[in-house]
C-alpha cells in the first residue's frame, strides 16, 4: 500500500492522536503534585499558633513592694498605735505598704448615731489610713471586717452608718492619707476586730477596749 494511502487510514489517526494526548494517569499525578507543593508552601508561611502569643487583654502584674502577710501573722495595732501591712491594689492586684492609725474606739447607743437597732453594740472606730508605698492601694473596709473573742463565732461587723468624717474606704494614691471613722455592730466589748482584703487571711487586727 502506498505510504500516502497509510496515512489516511484509521490505524495511522489512531496512532498520531494518541501520540500527541497526555496520558489521564500522567495528568492525575502532575496536579497532584503540584497541590501537595502548595500545601507545603502554605504551611511553611503561617503565622505561630495562637497559644504560643501573650494574650493582648491579659495585664501584667507587678510584683509586690511591700512585705506579704504570712499565714496567721496579720499585724495586731491597739488604741494609739500604728501598724504596716502589705495592701493590695483592688483592680490590678499590685501590691503596696499601708499604715493604720488606730486613734480610738468608743461604744455608742443607736440613738447616739441615729441608727437602727444593733445586733449586739455600736462600737465607733476611728482611723487613719496612709499609702506609704510607691502603687495605688485599696482599703474596702465595709463587708470585710470580722470579730472573734472568747467563745463567740466569728462574724462580720461592719456596718454603712456614718458619723458624718471622711470615708475611708477608697483607693489611695502613694502618699495619700484619710481619717475616719468606721461604725461596727460588735457583739460585745472586748475582742478582736480583723480586716480582710479577700478570703484568705486577715490583713489587719484591731484590739477593742473592754471598757
Not at 125 to 144: A, C, K, L, M
Amino acid at each position: 500500500m502506498p505510504y500516502s494511502a497509510l496515512r489516511r487510514g484509521q490505524g495511522a489517526r489512531w496512532s498520531l492522536g494518541d501520540a500527541m494526548r497526555p496520558s489521564r494517569h500522567a495528568t492525575a499525578f502532575v496536579i497532584a503534585a503540584l497541590g501537595m507543593t502548595t500545601f507545603v508552601a502554605g504551611c511553611s508561611s503561617s503565622p505561630e499558633a495562637p497559644a504560643d502569643r501573650p494574650h493582648p487583654s491579659v495585664p501584667k502584674r507587678e510584683k509586690a513592694t511591700g512585705p506579704l502577710q504570712k499565714q496567721g501573722k496579720a499585724p495586731v495595732v491597739t488604741v494609739g498605735k500604728t501598724a504596716s501591712y502589705s495592701a493590695a491594689n483592688g483592680t490590678t492586684g499590685a501590691r503596696t505598704t499601708f499604715s493604720v492609725t488606730f486613734h480610738s474606739a468608743k461604744y455608742v447607743t443607736a440613738s447616739e448615731i441615729s441608727a437602727g437597732k444593733p445586733k449586739g453594740r455600736y462600737a465607733v472606730i476611728t482611723i487613719e489610713v496612709t499609702n506609704t508605698g510607691s502603687r495605688d492601694g485599696s482599703f474596702h473596709p465595709y463587708g470585710f471586717m470580722k470579730w472573734e473573742g472568747g467563745n463567740t463565732v466569728t462574724q462580720g461587723v461592719a456596718t454603712l452608718y456614718s458619723t458624718g468624717t471622711q470615708r475611708v474606704d477608697s483607693t489611695y494614691h502613694p502618699g495619700e492619707a484619710v481619717t475616719g471613722d468606721i461604725v461596727l455592730d460588735v457583739p460585745r466589748k472586748g475582742g478582736k476586730v480583723s480586716y480582710y482584703e479577700g478570703t484568705g487571711t486577715a490583713s489587719l487586727t484591731f484590739v477593742m477596749p473592754s471598757k
